[in-house]
């Protein structure tokens, strides 16, 4: 009987936590480490089977919003999802099957940061900053025709 009143004490937590902003399943286990143990994993063993745990979800999610809010590169996304604590094969998995959407999405953000910043920094300082940020060298240098013509 005491195990499940903990159980649900600690249902009931985590739930609270992930309910506020979805989390990934790493980040739950970073928050409750102090709870670590078989009933962490019990609770999130069923939070994933009920589905409020869900790291390829979390993914899609946050691709999603980082489009609609960001300019960002393939290579920054991927960074920012694996810094989630999602394991790597999720996330190149997700960029396989989303290539194409994804490609898109980085030339438009390229095109955004260059026609923000065409006539405050000269062409050069433009492309080294893009290259920082991991842009691919084919979409800067399509863009870059883009705009030039």
Same mark, same amino acid.
């Given at each position: 009987?005491e195990?499940?009143?903990?159980?649900?004490?600690?249902?009931? &937590? %985590?739930?609270?936590?992930?309910?506020?902003? &979805? +989390?990934?399943?790493?980040?739950v +286990?970073? !928050?409750?480490?102090?709870?670590?143990?078989?009933?962490?994993?019990?609770? $999130?063993?069923?939070?994933?089977?009920?589905?409020?745990?869900?790291?390829?979800?979390?993914?899609?999610?946050? %691709? !999603?919003?980082?489009?609609?809010?960001?300019?960002?590169?393939?290579?920054?996304?991927e960074?920012k999802?694996?810094?989630?604590?999602?394991? &790597?094969?999720? %996330?190149?998995?997700y960029?396989?099957?989303?290539?194409?959407?994804?490609?898109?999405?980085?030339? &438009?953000?390229? +095109?955004?940061?260059?026609?923000?910043? $065409?006539?405050?920094?000269?062409?050069?300082?433009?492309?080294?900053?893009?290259?920082?940020? +991991?842009?691919?060298?084919?979409?800067?240098?399509? %863009?870059?025709?883009?705009?030039?013509?």
């Amino acid at each position: 009987m005491e195990y499940i009143e903990e159980f649900d004490k600690l249902k009931t &937590k %985590v739930l609270k936590y992930i309910l506020f902003k &979805k +989390r990934t399943e790493s980040e739950v +286990r970073q !928050k409750f480490k102090p709870d670590e143990g078989e009933m962490l994993n019990d609770v $999130i063993n069923e939070l994933k089977d009920l589905n409020y745990i869900n790291d390829e979800k979390y993914i899609e999610k946050t %691709v !999603k919003e980082y489009m609609n809010l960001k300019n960002l590169s393939m290579k920054e996304v991927e960074y920012k999802l694996v810094s989630k604590g999602i394991k &790597k094969d999720l %996330v190149d998995s997700y960029i396989y099957t989303n290539k194409e959407m994804l490609l898109d999405y980085e030339m &438009k953000s390229a +095109r955004n940061i260059i026609i923000k910043k $065409i006539n405050l920094q000269d062409k050069e300082d433009i492309l080294n900053y893009l290259r920082k940020k +991991r842009y691919m060298e084919d979409s800067i240098k399509m %863009v870059m025709q883009e705009i030039e013509e």
